[in-house]
């Protein structure tokens, strides 16, 4: 099951990211380590090797090879190579991800669809519903590891509630050389047909509506069965982890220290520890084992999919959908804004947040005080195209547009003046203050009040505010 790290990304601190990087469970330590760990002792040997146990003479031939290797590193294409090989596997991993099947719609469906309170409405219910899990369970013992181990027979399905005996029996009698992963589907659809039989459907509509999610659902668990029965060829990740570890197996070579003054390749500072290679292989290593880690995510692996939860999941669910809560609805009463202002309450720690309250960019554009009249007339392009069709215009040519401002009745004159003239900017009270926030106390004080009224902030919202026109459009003066 991966490592869910959201709670730790809540913010964007400067600490988050030590707590992010320190973890071990999926992390890129873990699944560099025993890599790093062979590659460093190879290195350790080597140079102990050059600078110990070789004579004068055999330093020079091993310096000018590691001289050799390391002019010609740049030959492997790591960062191109990498990048788009993780890139398709990436790809392949979201498809997979996004088609691993919810159930929520099918039974939300059915129960909604499927009359009955009677035990043989309910039969057909929970039977529809459970056949498609069923069908899911299939797929995935036969592409996922962690399931295979929990079901290793089709019995252990029957023991799990999966299916039933007779149900088994009837699987069973079903010969063919390929996998059944559809028959409990085609049993699901055929009981569509038996509760349209039974008045139970009120039609094809309905019954065509959940055969469509039905459709979905397969059609999904179809595509994850795909990407297992034809991966990548073979020789794709054979050529990216050969690069990456050929690369680095040259490296314990071209990137040992030079101790001798006269070389071409010396090494000013001999450090003895290879930081710089260390970090290259950990970033190098690490990336490669991201597309290992999502090339199979049907596994057992710290990041893969846990698809025994899943089902357990969609079993439960979904029977409780159709079953338990079926046509169980809370009595329909009126809500606590009924015939008052719609204002939700926050908690007194979130109300001292300002709301950044959305009116659209284009509500800023502002008309000058002195303007009165607009004048309203056609596009030019428009009349020229008119008069080439010689279509008879009847309408007016041209219109002033009276702008009117409103009073605002209850807001303050000070506010009002504050507040200026904005072009058709009926939502201009909502707009927030710059770098004003309410007190902890001030919130507990709003929030204390009657939900009619809305003030908030001194007045800064009031009920009359929310009143749509700011500016009535007067028509007039028509030319023709």
């Known amino acids: 099951m991966p490592y869910n790290y959201q709670y730790d990304m809540a913010t964007s601190k400067a600490t988050v990211v030590f707590k992010l990087l320190f ?31 070789l004579n ?6 091993f310096e000018k090879f590691a001289e050799f290797c390391d002019k010609r590193l740049s030959y492997i294409p790591m960062n191109f190579m990498l990048g788009f090989f993780v890139t398709v596997v990436v790809n392949r991993w979201v498809t997979q991800f996004a088609n691993l099947g919810m159930i929520d719609n099918i039974a939300l469906f059915t129960s909604q669809l499927i009359k009955g309170n009677d035990d043989r409405g309910k039969n057909l219910r929970r039977n529809i519903v459970r056949y498609c899990v069923a069908s899911q369970c299939l797929v995935f013992r036969d592409i996922h590891l962690g399931v295979r181990r929990r079901f290793p027979t089709l019995e252990t399905m029957v023991a799990a509630g999966f299916l039933q005996k007779h149900e088994l029996e009837k699987f069973l009698e079903c010969k063919s050389r390929y996998a059944k992963y559809w028959l409990p589907f085609n049993w699901a659809l055929h ?15 309905p ?9 979905s659902f397969r059609t999904g668990l179809s595509l994850i069965w795909t990407y297992d029965w034809v991966p990548l060829p073979v020789m794709y990740p054979q050529l990216v982890f050969m690069a990456v570890h050929t690369y680095f197996f040259v490296c314990v070579f071209s990137r ?3 101790i001798t003054p006269t070389a071409a390749n010396y090494t000013v500072v001999d450090l003895y520890f290879p930081i710089m290679s260390s970090l290259e292989f950990i970033f190098y290593v690490g990336w490669m084992k991201v597309a290992m880690e999502l090339l199979n995510p049907f596994g057992e692996d710290d990041d893969d999919f846990d698809c025994n939860f899943l089902l357990d999941r969609n079993l439960t669910i979904s029977l409780t959908a159709v079953d338990e809560a079926f046509d169980d609805i809370p009595d329909v009463k009126p ?9 939700p309450l926050y ?46 215009v009847r309408r007016r040519r041209t219109s002033i547009v009276s702008v009117v401002k409103t009073p605002q009745c209850e807001t303050p004159a000070s506010e009002r003046k504050r507040s200026g003239s ?3 900017n009926p939502l201009t009270i909502f707009q927030r203050k710059p770098a004003t926030t309410i007190g902890m106390e001030e919130a507990a004080r709003v929030n204390a009040k009657p939900r009619s009224s809305t003030d908030v902030g001194n007045g800064h919202l009031r009920t009359a505010s929310y009143l749509n026109p700011t500016f009535f459009i007067e028509t007039g003066k028509y030319y023709v």
């Open 23 to 53: 973890r071990w469970r999926g992390s890129v330590w873990r699944a560099v380590y025993v890599e790093y760990l062979i590659w460093l002792s190879a290195y350790a040997i080597l140079s102990c090797v050059y600078r110990f146990a």
């Open 256 to 258: 040992q220290f030079i």
């Open 191 to 205: 009981l569509l047909n038996v509760a349209l039989e039974e008045k139970r459907l009120d039609g094809d509509i």
């Open 207 to 215: 019954r065509n509506a959940i055969a469509q999610e039905i459709r």
């Open 422 to 424: 904005h072009l058709l």
């Open 347 to 392: 908690s007194q720690e979130t109300a001292g947040r300002a709301v950044n309250f959305y009116v659209g960019s284009a509500n800023r554009a502002e008309l000058s005080e002195d303007v009165t009249e607009i004048k309203m007339v056609p596009h030019p392009t428009n009349e020229k195209f008119d008069q080439y069709i010689k279509k008879p």
């Open 335 to 343: 809500d606590i804004f009924w015939d008052d202002t719609v204002s």
């Open 56 to 61: 004068t003479e055999q330093q020079g031939k």
